[in-house]
């Protein structure tokens, strides 16, 4: 068995590589970019995942639904309504759904394990935490909801601090916990890692398991160089302190990672990574088509799964 931490576009393709290869692969979402709009509640991260291996996902924009329109929005905008973040109309749909579900008091796993069955995928969803968590960015502009500052604000305002609020009273989903446990591999995809993989594997009782069972943990650089393959993550990186390279990346994993896949074009780093007791694997970690998707998780499964 294999469980994926996931969060965010970039962690999509490799849920829909690993699902056509492995038939037994549970994916822990993130849930810290979850917001309510419009009296909705929406899961950007899970829904990306949903989308991705119902195989509906718009892939050019990597999030929503491919062909969606936007007429709710036209007419949200025209009732002078918030139309920033761009719900589609058949995207809608999801989040009444969840939405009325959460208010009939199911739990939000409860409602992800339903949807997933909906539209027929067999690959498990998990959520991080049936608990609201939210990413706060702090920036000179004021603390705002981390979808305000990338979405409205296009990342725009100068960065003073990262939090994840309402992370200490929240607990992790024990099925997230027993499958990490449970599992022969654990990757870490290469997702954000503050935003997207960072609320996870903070959640004690996650991190304590991910810590427990290190020899078999491997992550998937983000970065090449000093860039991301996609998304902010060397801006937050470097808000947070954290140098923005695949050095930083083994940093910030150092304690729940033994093995790190980075770049061909890595090399330079691997000495440091080495030197924090974590090995490193060098291939292509650009996937820009699905042969590329299915050639990076073969790679990883063949390289890390021994059971
Ligand atoms: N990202 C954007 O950049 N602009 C949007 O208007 C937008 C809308 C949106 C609607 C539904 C959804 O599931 C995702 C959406 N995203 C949008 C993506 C979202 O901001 C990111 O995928 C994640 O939050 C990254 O963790």
Not at 35 to 45: I, M, R, S
Not at 70 to 87: A, D, V
Not at 133 to 158: F, L, S
Request: glycine fraction near 8%; aromatic fraction near 8%.
């Amino acid at each position: 068995m294999i469980t994926l931490l996931a969060g965010g576009t970039g962690s999509v393709k490799m849920a829909r590589g690993l699902s056509k290869i492995s038939e037994d692969l549970a994916i822990i979402s993130n849930i810290a970019d979850n917001l309510w709009l419009h009296g909705l509640y929406v899961c950007p991260d899970i829904d990306t995942i949903t989308y991705g291996l119902a195989d509906i996902l718009d892939k050019d924009r990597g999030w929503g639904i491919a062909g969606d329109s936007f007429m709710f929005l036209e007419q949200m905008k025209t009732l002078g309504q918030e139309y920033w973040f761009r719900i589609g109309d058949r995207d809608l749909a999801i989040h009444l759904v969840r939405t009325n579900l959460l208010k009939e008091g199911k739990s939000l796993s409860s409602i992800t394990e339903w949807i997933r069955k909906k539209f027929s995928i067999s690959t498990r969803i998990l959520p991080a935490s049936d608990s609201h968590i939210e990413t706060r960015i702090e920036t000179t502009q004021g603390d705002m909801h981390i979808q305000e500052y990338w979405v409205k604000n296009h990342a725009k305002p100068e960065i003073k601090g990262i939090r994840y609020e309402g992370i200490k009273e929240a607990n992790a989903s024990t099925k997230a916990v027993e499958f990490i446990r449970n599992s022969d591999l654990v990757v870490i995809a290469p997702g954000n890692p503050i935003s997207s993989i960072g609320p996870i594997i903070s959640m004690p009782s996650i991190r304590k398991e991910l810590e427990s069972r290190k020899r078999d943990v491997v992550a998937i650089s983000p970065l090449i160089g000093n860039s991301a393959l996609s998304g902010p993550a060397s801006k937050y990186m470097e808000a947070m302190g954290i140098e923005s390279s695949p050095y930083g990346v083994a940093l910030h994993y150092e304690d729940i990672v033994s093995n790190l896949v980075i770049s061909e074009f890595d090399a330079e780093y691997e000495k440091k990574i080495h030197s924090l007791g974590i090995k490193t694997h060098k291939t292509n970690i650009v996937m820009q088509n699905v042969q590329d998707e299915i050639q990076l998780c073969n790679y990883i499964i063949n390289k890390f799964n021994n059971a």
